[in-house]
T-cell receptor, first 115, second 109 residues
Protein backbone atom coordinates (compact mmCIF):
# COMPACT_ATOMS: atom_id res chain seq x y z
CA UNK A 1 0.00 0.00 0.00
CA UNK A 2 1.28 3.46 -0.86
CA UNK A 3 0.53 7.02 0.20
CA UNK A 4 -1.18 8.15 3.38
CA UNK A 5 -3.85 5.91 4.87
CA UNK A 6 -6.32 6.93 7.55
CA UNK A 7 -8.70 4.77 9.55
CA UNK A 8 -11.54 4.80 10.20
CA UNK A 9 -13.10 6.75 7.31
CA UNK A 10 -16.20 7.52 9.33
CA UNK A 11 -16.72 7.68 13.10
CA UNK A 12 -19.75 8.48 15.22
CA UNK A 13 -19.09 8.81 18.93
CA UNK A 14 -20.84 9.99 22.02
CA UNK A 15 -19.48 12.76 24.17
CA UNK A 16 -18.35 10.32 26.87
CA UNK A 17 -16.57 7.91 24.50
CA UNK A 18 -12.85 7.44 23.95
CA UNK A 19 -11.69 6.70 20.42
CA UNK A 20 -8.51 6.96 18.37
CA UNK A 21 -7.83 7.95 14.78
CA UNK A 22 -4.96 6.26 13.01
CA UNK A 23 -2.72 7.46 10.21
CA UNK A 24 0.03 5.61 8.40
CA UNK A 25 2.34 6.86 5.66
CA UNK A 26 4.43 4.76 3.30
CA UNK A 27 6.30 7.62 1.63
CA UNK A 28 9.43 7.77 3.78
CA UNK A 29 8.54 11.20 5.08
CA UNK A 30 9.84 12.57 8.38
CA UNK A 31 7.00 14.98 9.24
CA UNK A 32 3.36 14.18 9.97
CA UNK A 33 0.40 16.47 10.64
CA UNK A 34 -3.14 16.46 11.96
CA UNK A 35 -5.56 18.97 10.44
CA UNK A 36 -9.20 19.76 11.22
CA UNK A 37 -11.38 20.71 8.26
CA UNK A 38 -14.77 22.30 8.94
CA UNK A 39 -17.18 23.42 6.26
CA UNK A 40 -16.21 26.70 4.59
CA UNK A 41 -13.30 27.26 6.97
CA UNK A 42 -9.54 27.07 6.35
CA UNK A 43 -7.70 23.93 7.22
CA UNK A 44 -6.75 24.21 10.89
CA UNK A 45 -3.38 22.77 11.83
CA UNK A 46 -3.70 20.84 15.09
CA UNK A 47 -0.40 19.07 15.61
CA UNK A 48 2.91 18.55 13.86
CA UNK A 49 5.58 15.94 14.43
CA UNK A 50 8.76 16.77 12.55
CA UNK A 51 12.08 14.97 12.95
CA UNK A 52 10.60 13.42 16.09
CA UNK A 53 9.89 16.85 17.56
CA UNK A 54 6.32 17.68 18.45
CA UNK A 55 5.10 21.17 17.59
CA UNK A 56 1.90 22.03 19.43
CA UNK A 57 -0.85 24.36 18.52
CA UNK A 58 -1.81 25.88 21.83
CA UNK A 59 -5.39 26.50 20.76
CA UNK A 60 -6.14 22.76 20.54
CA UNK A 61 -8.21 21.55 23.52
CA UNK A 62 -6.68 18.86 25.73
CA UNK A 63 -9.47 16.45 24.76
CA UNK A 64 -7.36 15.89 21.63
CA UNK A 65 -4.10 14.04 22.29
CA UNK A 66 -1.63 13.06 19.54
CA UNK A 67 0.82 10.19 19.59
CA UNK A 68 3.62 9.52 17.14
CA UNK A 69 5.36 6.21 17.98
CA UNK A 70 7.57 6.38 14.85
CA UNK A 71 7.95 8.38 11.66
CA UNK A 72 5.38 6.26 9.80
CA UNK A 73 2.51 6.25 12.28
CA UNK A 74 0.42 8.97 13.87
CA UNK A 75 -2.56 8.70 16.18
CA UNK A 76 -5.11 11.19 17.46
CA UNK A 77 -6.72 10.11 20.73
CA UNK A 78 -10.16 11.57 21.38
CA UNK A 79 -11.81 11.88 24.79
CA UNK A 80 -15.00 13.64 25.99
CA UNK A 81 -15.48 15.51 22.73
CA UNK A 82 -18.10 18.17 22.09
CA UNK A 83 -20.57 18.39 19.18
CA UNK A 84 -18.58 21.32 17.73
CA UNK A 85 -15.66 18.92 17.26
CA UNK A 86 -17.59 17.23 14.46
CA UNK A 87 -15.49 17.75 11.33
CA UNK A 88 -13.22 16.05 8.81
CA UNK A 89 -9.86 15.19 10.37
CA UNK A 90 -7.05 14.98 7.85
CA UNK A 91 -3.63 13.48 8.30
CA UNK A 92 -0.76 14.59 6.09
CA UNK A 93 2.92 13.84 5.71
CA UNK A 94 5.89 15.54 4.07
CA UNK A 95 9.62 15.89 4.32
CA UNK A 96 10.61 18.36 7.02
CA UNK A 97 9.89 21.77 5.41
CA UNK A 98 12.97 23.34 7.00
CA UNK A 99 14.98 21.36 4.47
CA UNK A 100 13.47 23.29 1.59
CA UNK A 101 10.53 22.89 -0.79
CA UNK A 102 8.26 20.03 0.03
CA UNK A 103 4.67 19.15 -0.74
CA UNK A 104 2.28 17.55 1.69
CA UNK A 105 0.44 14.34 0.93
CA UNK A 106 -2.94 13.91 2.57
CA UNK A 107 -4.97 10.96 3.68
CA UNK A 108 -8.65 10.81 2.77
CA UNK A 109 -9.67 11.84 6.25
CA UNK A 110 -11.92 10.63 9.02
CA UNK A 111 -15.41 12.13 9.05
CA UNK A 112 -16.12 12.50 12.76
CA UNK A 113 -19.59 13.11 14.16
CA UNK A 114 -20.00 13.73 17.89
CA UNK A 115 -23.51 13.10 19.19
CA UNK B 1 -2.50 38.34 11.92
CA UNK B 2 -2.04 35.97 9.02
CA UNK B 3 -4.73 35.79 6.38
CA UNK B 4 -5.43 34.07 3.08
CA UNK B 5 -8.41 35.27 1.01
CA UNK B 6 -10.00 33.48 -1.91
CA UNK B 7 -13.54 33.52 -3.32
CA UNK B 8 -15.94 31.09 -1.70
CA UNK B 9 -17.49 29.78 -4.90
CA UNK B 10 -17.16 30.19 -8.66
CA UNK B 11 -19.11 28.82 -11.60
CA UNK B 12 -17.76 28.22 -15.09
CA UNK B 13 -18.74 26.42 -18.29
CA UNK B 14 -17.19 23.24 -19.65
CA UNK B 15 -14.48 24.06 -22.18
CA UNK B 16 -13.98 27.60 -20.86
CA UNK B 17 -11.19 29.22 -18.82
CA UNK B 18 -11.45 30.21 -15.15
CA UNK B 19 -9.09 32.15 -12.89
CA UNK B 20 -9.17 31.64 -9.12
CA UNK B 21 -7.51 34.43 -7.16
CA UNK B 22 -5.74 34.26 -3.82
CA UNK B 23 -4.40 37.16 -1.76
CA UNK B 24 -2.31 36.71 1.34
CA UNK B 25 -0.82 38.50 4.32
CA UNK B 26 1.62 36.31 6.21
CA UNK B 27 4.61 36.49 8.52
CA UNK B 28 7.26 35.84 5.93
CA UNK B 29 6.98 33.85 2.73
CA UNK B 30 8.57 30.56 1.75
CA UNK B 31 6.27 29.63 -1.11
CA UNK B 32 2.65 29.35 -2.20
CA UNK B 33 0.81 26.11 -2.91
CA UNK B 34 -2.41 25.24 -4.71
CA UNK B 35 -4.25 22.03 -3.87
CA UNK B 36 -7.34 20.45 -5.40
CA UNK B 37 -9.90 18.67 -3.23
CA UNK B 38 -12.81 16.71 -4.65
CA UNK B 39 -15.78 16.26 -2.33
CA UNK B 40 -15.09 13.55 0.22
CA UNK B 41 -11.50 13.08 -0.91
CA UNK B 42 -8.01 14.10 0.15
CA UNK B 43 -6.48 17.38 -1.04
CA UNK B 44 -3.94 16.74 -3.79
CA UNK B 45 -1.02 18.96 -4.77
CA UNK B 46 -1.39 21.03 -7.95
CA UNK B 47 1.35 23.66 -8.01
CA UNK B 48 4.05 25.54 -6.12
CA UNK B 49 5.33 29.08 -6.68
CA UNK B 50 8.19 30.72 -4.83
CA UNK B 51 9.42 33.20 -7.46
CA UNK B 52 7.33 35.79 -9.29
CA UNK B 53 5.83 34.71 -12.57
CA UNK B 54 3.81 32.00 -14.19
CA UNK B 55 4.25 28.26 -13.76
CA UNK B 56 2.49 26.17 -16.38
CA UNK B 57 1.56 22.53 -15.98
CA UNK B 58 -0.72 21.22 -18.69
CA UNK B 59 -4.17 22.78 -18.47
CA UNK B 60 -3.33 24.38 -15.13
CA UNK B 61 -1.12 27.43 -14.56
CA UNK B 62 -0.29 29.32 -11.38
CA UNK B 63 0.93 32.89 -11.09
CA UNK B 64 2.63 34.68 -8.21
CA UNK B 65 3.37 38.32 -7.39
CA UNK B 66 5.16 38.53 -4.06
CA UNK B 67 5.14 42.34 -3.98
CA UNK B 68 1.34 42.32 -4.27
CA UNK B 69 0.74 39.30 -2.04
CA UNK B 70 -1.26 37.79 -4.87
CA UNK B 71 -1.57 34.54 -6.77
CA UNK B 72 -3.99 33.00 -9.19
CA UNK B 73 -4.71 29.53 -10.50
CA UNK B 74 -5.74 29.42 -14.16
CA UNK B 75 -7.64 26.41 -15.44
CA UNK B 76 -8.05 26.06 -19.21
CA UNK B 77 -10.29 23.80 -21.32
CA UNK B 78 -12.43 23.06 -18.29
CA UNK B 79 -13.72 19.55 -17.85
CA UNK B 80 -16.54 18.32 -15.61
CA UNK B 81 -13.96 16.49 -13.48
CA UNK B 82 -12.46 19.88 -12.56
CA UNK B 83 -15.45 20.50 -10.30
CA UNK B 84 -13.77 20.59 -6.89
CA UNK B 85 -12.53 22.92 -4.19
CA UNK B 86 -9.22 24.68 -4.80
CA UNK B 87 -7.15 25.51 -1.74
CA UNK B 88 -4.48 28.21 -1.61
CA UNK B 89 -1.80 27.89 1.08
CA UNK B 90 1.27 29.96 1.97
CA UNK B 91 4.30 28.66 3.85
CA UNK B 92 5.33 31.32 6.36
CA UNK B 93 8.74 32.08 7.86
CA UNK B 94 8.20 29.34 10.47
CA UNK B 95 7.65 26.78 7.70
CA UNK B 96 3.98 26.47 8.67
CA UNK B 97 1.30 26.31 5.99
CA UNK B 98 -1.39 28.98 6.29
CA UNK B 99 -4.52 27.90 4.41
CA UNK B 100 -7.33 29.73 2.70
CA UNK B 101 -10.89 28.46 3.13
CA UNK B 102 -10.94 27.16 -0.44
CA UNK B 103 -12.85 28.06 -3.59
CA UNK B 104 -15.59 25.68 -4.67
CA UNK B 105 -15.58 25.52 -8.47
CA UNK B 106 -18.76 24.39 -10.17
CA UNK B 107 -18.52 23.38 -13.84
CA UNK B 108 -21.70 23.47 -15.91
CA UNK B 109 -22.17 21.69 -19.25
Amino acid sequence: ETGVTQTPRHLVMGMTNKKSLKCEQHLGHNAMYWYKQSAKKPLELMFVYSLEERVENNSVPSRFSPECPNSSHLFLHLHTLQPEDSALYLCASSQDPKGGYTEAFFGQGTRLTVV
Amino acid sequence: GQNIDQPTEMTATEGAIVQINCTYQTSGFNGLFWYQQHAGEAPTFLSYNVLDGLEEKGRFSSFLSRSKGYSYLLLKELQMKDSASYLCAVEDSNYQLIWGAGTKLIIKP
